[in-house]
């Protein structure tokens, strides 16, 4: 199975643990065997280009940011980028 770097970038705020939370559950569900990683550098996250947080991100590409993706939404992009 392909390898992907997935990313959650935050502040380390209620809203960020909880997007990592359900990133991670996700993937894991997915079984994927890929590993999470959680950021909170906020400098890494503006170099990546978003303002606002958390940030869900894959290989450096960010899905989506400011906001709190369902579930739904972030297997689809993992599953995009499995392609």
Request: proline fraction near 4%.
């Amino acid at each position: 199975m392909k390898k992907m770097k997935i990313q959650v970038f935050g502040s380390g705020c209620p809203t960020c643990k909880m997007l990592y939370e359900r990133v991670s559950k996700v993937a894991k569900e997915m079984d994927t065997n890929q590993e999470v990683e959680y950021i909170t550098d906020i400098t890494k996250m503006v170099e990546l280009g978003a303002m606002s947080s958390p940030v869900f991100a894959i290989d450096n590409q960010i899905i989506t940011a400011g906001k709190m993706p369902g579930e739904q939404e972030i297997k689809e992009a993992i599953i995009e980028r499995l392609k």
